[in-house]
């Protein structure tokens, strides 16, 4: 990691005007008329963004593997476009289908239960099977050179899940995920702006020493930041509640308004104001709205807009976005009518605790059956899905 200085970027110029301090829609570039009810306009995530290219057909080119390295280092998380063919995200666009559609799927614990009973959204665990292994292992080799820098050979597969969410989806609330695990969302289709592609907040990941940028208070200011977008997307999904209650579009199930602003069921990704006001929510509570904290989202709101920024994305078919779990993230909601798949799949970068485990992450029954390591995966399995120019393939 470079020397140790204030987190900050570059603003770009934008045709947007400037929305003032707090607003997320700083570096905007985009146009869309559909951009207008975002959360955070698509902006450009050039920055974060590496062709994959391969040395020889057999894996990612040594330049290529540093380039990712440098910008998942610095930032938490890259985007690998071009890593997969297009062959290839079909097949992991099959594995997800399968799953979905299959009524005994291993449903996920997170990441909004209420969306999932309403089917707002489908996030449920891939069953190890040998083609949805194949697949990971594929990914995992392809990325060796980068994931090995990260994660040991002994260390465990996680999950492989499918992040598909629907019409009306929650926007998450910016959050971490747990510590010490290195994260992959796969797009197995194009990720269209108002699909609801994660947004990151770039360079707030844990690693050492990052506590000491801005005079040994970065994680202090982070949070207080996190704390300023999670209020406005609190406001943002209650308003969109509002509007498919009033308009009948998307329609609202029987219970659904109430249950997603009014319920005493846990859910940390609803506007859930019952339990934001009695302080039940964990990742964001009326707590944290404290005299305190509002005086300091006052006194540092020029340098919390300075410092820190929200970057959408919208992976092409076949891009891979990896990011470090302990960097601050969300799941944006969908707009659109079409299903917005993500293949997802977590490995540890160090020890984890099973009970950890179970809390943080969703294994299939199938995987906690037939545990997978990394160094599993890196081997060859039978009939591996070839690697061969996916440059050239996806043309
Ligand atoms: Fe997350």
């Known amino acids: 990691m470079g020397p140790v200085r204030r987190l900050g970027h570059t603003r770009r110029s934008s045709p947007m005007p400037d929305p003032g301090p707090f607003s997320l829609a700083h570096n905007s570039r985009s146009s869309r008329s559909d951009e207008s009810s975002a959360f955070v306009p698509l902006g450009d995530s050039s920055e974060f963004q590496v062709t994959a290219e391969f040395d020889g057909g057999t894996g990612l080119s040594e330049e290529c593997a540093d380039t990712i390295r440098e910008c998942l280092d610095r930032s938490g998380f890259v985007i690998v476009d071009g890593l997969l063919t297009r062959r290839e995200a079909d097949a992991g666009q099959g594995l997800i289908d399968q799953t979905v559609n299959d009524p005994k799927r291993h449903m996920s614990q997170f990441a909004s239960e209420t969306d999932n009973r309403y089917r707002r959204r489908n996030f449920c665990s891939l069953p190890s099977t040998p083609e949805s292994l194949r697949f990971v292992s594929t990914l995992c080799r392809r990325l060796e050179p980068v994931i090995s820098e990260y994660c040991g050979r002994s260390r465990p597969l996680l999950e492989i899940t499918t992040l598909t969410s629907h019409q009306g989806s929650s926007h998450q609330y910016i959050h971490r995920d747990p510590d010490c695990v290195l994260s992959m969302l796969v797009a197995v289709d194009d990720i269209a702006p108002e699909q609801g592609g994660t947004l990151f907040v770039p360079g707030t990941h ?76 964990y990742q964001f509570r009326v707590g944290m709205l404290g005299p305190r904290n509002l005086w300091k989202l006052f006194r540092y709101r020029k340098l919390l807009s300075e410092s820190f920024r929200m970057v959408r994305t919208a992976p092409r078919k076949g891009s891979v976005i990896l990011f470090r779990s302990d960097l601050m993230h969300a799941g944006g909601d969908n707009r659109s009518e079409r299903p917005r798949n993500l293949l997802s799949l977590s490995i540890g970068r160090d020890v984890v605790n099973p009970d950890q485990w179970d809390l943080s992450y969703s294994p299939d029954p199938t995987l906690r059956a037939n545990p997978q390591t990394y160094g599993d995966l890196l081997k060859e399995m039978d009939s591996p899905v070839p690697v061969g120019s996916a440059r050239e393939a996806n043309r």
Not at 214 to 242: Q, S, T, V, W
Not at 251 to 277: A, K, M, T, Y
Request: proline share 4%; net charge positive.
């Open 206 to 281: 844990k690693y050492g020493g990052a506590n000491i940028r801005m005079d040994g208070r970065a994680f202090e200011f982070m949070e207080l930041y996190r704390i300023a977008c999670n209020f406005r997307i609190l406001a943002y999904n209650l308003k969109a509640l509002l509007r498919m209650r009033r308009c009948g579009h998307p329609n609202l199930e029987p219970g659904e308004f109430r249950d997603r602003v009014f319920s005493r069921q846990q859910d940390d990704h609803q506007p859930n104001l019952l339990r934001f006001v009695t302080g039940k929510t």
